[in-house]
């Protein structure tokens, strides 16, 4: 029996306790038995902004994931061809891990979107998707929300954002509760968002 795994994808610029409140409840509340938080490297098309290089984000991946036995830092995208898409990386994946089953975890916002999605008709008939609720405007997916790929978790509703995270952190304003203690602590020693 393969092992089923979840797979979180973000810039995680950086990653915060919502997202590891996320990960976590699909780890202990789901059939998934691993997450893996797949760091979307830097699009080299896009304006880099304040994206973090990849290492950085890395880093502070791993540091949040420590304490979590089923979470996983992964720079999987790192080594694939730019711009990428999600189906690419599952196909890398599936050939690399051949006994894991891969799912996408994703935001009810996310899925909204997931029509137009390179290919997303052969992710959903290959892979399960996880979703857990948004406060997100607008109409629901709900076409897609019936399908039986899609599996709704009742997680959390976490509404915290890296953007706000940064702002906050470039205007001298506490958000240490915000941060998993080791990620605040290498954010705070490499002077980053200031």
Sequence with gaps: ??????????????????????????????????????????NPHKKKSSLLDNHHRLEMVYRACEDYEKLKPSNIEFGLP???????????????FPTNDFC??????????????????????????????????????????????IKKVEAPIVEISSTFIRKAIKDSKNVRPL????????IDEMNFYK
């Design 1 to 42: 029996m393969n092992r089923k795994v979840g797979l979180f994808f973000g810039t995680f610029n950086p990653i915060h306790v919502g997202h590891l409140i996320i990960a976590n409840h699909m780890a202990e509340y789901s059939d998934l038995e691993e997450i893996w938080m797949v760091v979307t490297p830097h």
């Design 82 to 96: 730019q711009p990428n898409y999600t189906i690419n990386t599952l196909v890398h994946l599936e050939e690399k």
């Design 104 to 149: 996408l975890i994703m935001g009810e916002d996310n899925l909204k979107s997931f029509h137009k999605w390179k290919n997303n008709e052969v992710i959903l008939e290959n892979h399960e998707i996880y979703v857990y609720p948004r406060i997100a405007p607008g109409k629901k997916a709900v076409e897609l929300e019936k399908h039986p790929k």
């Design 179 to 186: 941060l998993d203690e080791k990620v605040w602590k290498y």
